[in-house]
């Protein structure tokens, strides 16, 4: 079993997020920040074509990299890459994970 305890902060909401997340999308097939059935099969391959096998260099920021290594993908590739990213940094004290996935989740619904 993982720590629970750490002496400047409370990581009570991170460990329920978590189970949460385990609950929704790895028992239950679900999707995080939405009722859509984004885990499949198909979408997880777009990521490792887009994102694994398409790794961006050079100018800009990662977000700016990030959206153009996703700009020929679907809009569920694009929210499903939200949730993996909300997973990845769901621990780092130092960042606000949910509002960083929202705004990735967000951008290709305009």
């Known amino acids: 079993m993982m720590g629970r305890f750490h002496h400047a902060w409370n990581i009570e909401p991170i460990i329920e997020a978590a189970e949460y997340w385990k609950q929704i999308v790895l028992l239950g097939n679900g999707s995080v920040f939405s009722d ?34 996703f700009q020929p993908t679907s809009h569920d590739v694009n929210r499903l890459m939200a949730e993996v990213m909300w997973f990845h940094l769901l621990a780092m004290h130092n960042l606000k994970p949910f ?12």
């Open 36 to 69: 859509d059935d984004l885990w499949t099969d198909e979408n997880l391959d777009a990521l490792q074509t887009y994102f694994v096998e398409n790794l961006a260099y050079g100018e800009g920021n990662f977000m700016s990299r990030l959206e153009s290594q």
């Open 99 to 110: 509002a960083l996935c929202l705004i990735l989740f967000n951008r290709r619904a305009m």
